[in-house]
């Protein structure tokens, strides 16, 4: 398993694409960020991260009650 913690991705659509490139096929790509820091809307980084070559893309919005709402997404680079 490999974890990489606060890593920002500055360029949005190369940024999933260098993910991918690194991922073993069939590892899980996993994204938590409060939606102020997220210069995107979550449905386009769902898209940029497609995109990418990742399956089974898995978006879901968090209310927060002290901070700003959050965007977890879940992806997995295919096997094979």
Known sequence: MVSVNNVMLWDEQAGP????????????LAITVHRHVLHTSPEQLANDVERAGFSDVSLQLRPRRMN???TDLVARRPAG
């Open 68 to 70: 700003s709402p959050a």
């Open 17 to 28: 694409a260098e993910v991918y490139r690194v991922l073993r096929p069939g590892g899980r």
